[in-house]
């Protein structure tokens, strides 16, 4: 019902800066919370940030003060501005909507984003 597309991943060095977008098609109507989790090779997904549609923010301690969320709810996209890259945020990101419709929740998953930060 609901279809994510993620694009902005990529190589970087460490320091270095990338921006992911996540647009959101389909039954919009009704989203809430939109996200990032990341998942490294051997790791369990985690959550990296997350912004309701009234703005409020919530982030994971190791991206507080270099990641940035955003949320353009006009166009139906979050972003993540990544900044001060580390070689540890290397890991597939995945955008995520929860949507509130018909007083259920529903959750949806982009197709993950390689973020890579190596020299």
């Known amino acids: 019902q609901v279809q994510l597309v993620e694009s902005g991943g990529g190589l970087v060095q460490p320091g270095g800066s990338l921006r992911l977008s996540c647009a959101a098609s389909?039954?919009?109507?009704?989203?809430?919370?939109m996200g990032w989790y990341r998942q490294a090779p051997g790791k369990e997904r985690e959550l990296v940030a997350t912004?309701?549609?009234?703005?409020?923010?919530n982030y994971a301690d190791f991206v507080k003060g270099r990641f940035t969320i955003s949320r353009d709810n006009a166009k139906n996209t979050v972003y993540l501005q990544m900044n001060s890259l580390k070689p540890e945020d290397t890991a597939v990101y995945y955008c995520?909507?929860?949507?509130?419709?018909?007083?259920?929740?529903?959750?949806?998953w982009g197709q993950g984003t390689q973020v890579t930060v190596s020299s």
């Open positions: 389909g039954s919009i109507s009704g989203i809430n919370v």
């Open positions: 912004i309701t549609k009234f703005g409020t923010t």
């Open positions: 995520n909507v929860h949507r509130l419709w018909a007083l259920q929740f529903q959750d949806y």
